[in-house]
């Protein structure tokens, strides 16, 4: 089985619309690597990697209830796969995990009678999958087995520490965030939301430090218990207002694994996290 998701949040079931998936094949990942050269030095100088689209190669049969049906089963396909727009495409075998794709080259659908086998090759516009799920789920429901949302495969701890995204946490004090992905976030690239609130006791400023990779977000004036700071991906918001030019101007990021935190500038806040977790 296979799914459909669109941004409108409609979900198409292939196996129902008379499209069984044969094979689902995802291509390896794409790295591009930027390097330099030195005039008489030796070998190149490594300036980073990037990932880049990944092809993912799904093989179909579509059956039809007679011959005659069969034209209209193929323009439904047609409809199903339109690539205007980008969707989602979620395989069975990690149903917590979901593709940003759109259809890469023109298919074919040859008819056999009341039946047809075709391939679709599809572009990954991200280069890796994201979990269906975010870390708010997880805090309001926890991982159960029995959810579609999670499941083996994606990076999961039984820890109740791992569960937590919300924290009311104390000057002096850390508090451990747990990004199950193997990809790191950074809130221009992936989504990412952080929601700061009731701040006590803020002096001239209130820092969160991301103690793990150094990331640092500080608000550089005084914030009261009724201001509310929401980063959510490149846009910074305080009581919904713009507010950037009231801060360092700098970002959370998250590493793959545990992010250790901590906060100054203020004796207590409450620091809510949601994002979703990104595979290689």
Do not use: C
Request: aromatic share 12%; glycine share 8%.
């Amino acid at each position: 089985m296979t799914l459909i998701q669109r941004h409108n949040g409609e979900i198409i079931d292939l196996d129902q619309a008379g499209i069984r998936t044969r094979d689902f094949i995802i291509s390896a990942p794409t790295y591009n690597h930027q390097f330099g050269e030195i005039e008489g030095g030796l070998g190149v100088i490594d300036y980073g990697t990037s990932i880049g689209p990944r092809e993912i190669n799904v093989y179909f049969r579509a059956m039809s209830q007679d011959i005659e049906d069969f034209s209209l089963l193929r323009d439904e396909i047609f409809h199903i796969f339109r690539s205007e727009e980008s969707f989602y495409l979620i395989e069975h075998r990690e149903p917590g995990k979901r593709w940003l794709v759109k259809v890469q080259h023109p298919y074919n659908i040859p008819q056999r009678n009341v039946f047809g086998n075709f391939e679709i090759t599809f572009i990954g516009l991200r280069g890796v999958a994201e979990s269906i799920g975010t870390t708010q789920d997880i805090q309001r429901d926890g991982v159960n087995a029995d959810s579609e949302l999670w499941g083996f495969g994606m990076g999961l701890l039984s820890d109740e520490e791992s569960h937590k995204y919300t924290h009311n946490v104390e000057k002096g004090d850390t508090f451990l965030i747990y990004n199950a992905g193997n990809v790191g976030i950074h809130p221009f690239e992936q989504e990412l939301r952080i929601d700061i609130s009731n701040v006590y006791r803020s002096t001239n400023f209130f820092e969160l430090n991301n103690l793990t990779n150094g990331s640092t977000f500080r608000v550089t004036e005084q914030v009261s218990i009724a201001d509310v700071i929401t980063l959510d991906g490149a846009n910074i918001w305080i009581n919904n207002l713009e507010g950037l030019r009231r801060t360092n101007r700098k970002y959370i990021q998250l590493d793959p694994g545990w992010n250790v935190f901590s906060i100054t500038g203020a004796d207590s806040a409450e620091i809510k996290f949601n994002f979703r977790f990104y595979y290689k």
